[in-house]
């Protein structure tokens, strides 16, 4: 049997293309494919198993599942930068999205703050 991939999927907050990681294989940082924006840099790829994104640093998740099929799999999703993370254990999401938890995180330091990384590498 093979073992699952740990990867997280994430848009570019800088130029809004999609990315997608092995974070098996990424072990100093993970830049935006297209623009080389910093997604997120070894530090923050060493505390992977905090709970916490590492591409903004919320610690708050919702499952992202499909018609809320759970057999298709959930997907753990950061609220604040929609960071999908698939065979990663640490996370404790929300059992569903939220629209008054995402709406407090949107105003969060992390969220500020990589809005304003984002709106400097332009």
């Known amino acids: 049997m093979t073992k699952a991939q740990k990867t997280v999927t994430v848009d570019c907050p800088a130029c809004l293309t999609g990315n997608r990681f092995n974070l098996d294989e990424a072990n100093h940082e993970l830049t935006c494919e297209d623009c080389g924006f910093l997604l997120a840099d070894a530090a923050a790829l060493e505390g992977l198993t905090s709970g916490c994104c590492v591409i903004c ?16 799999g959930q ?43 984002a709106a400097l590498w332009h």
Do not use: M, W
């Not at 929300?94 to 629209?99: F, H, L, N, V």
């Open 57 to 72: 640093g919320n610690d708050r998740f919702y499952f992202d599942s499909p018609l809320n099929l759970k057999f298709l």
């Open 75 to 117: 997907v753990p999703t950061c609220y604040v930068c929609d960071a999908q993370y698939n065979g990663i254990a640490g996370p404790q999401p929300d059992a569903k999205y939220s629209d008054e938890t995402a709406e407090a995180l949107l105003n969060s330091v992390g969220a500020k703050h990589l809005k304003e990384r």
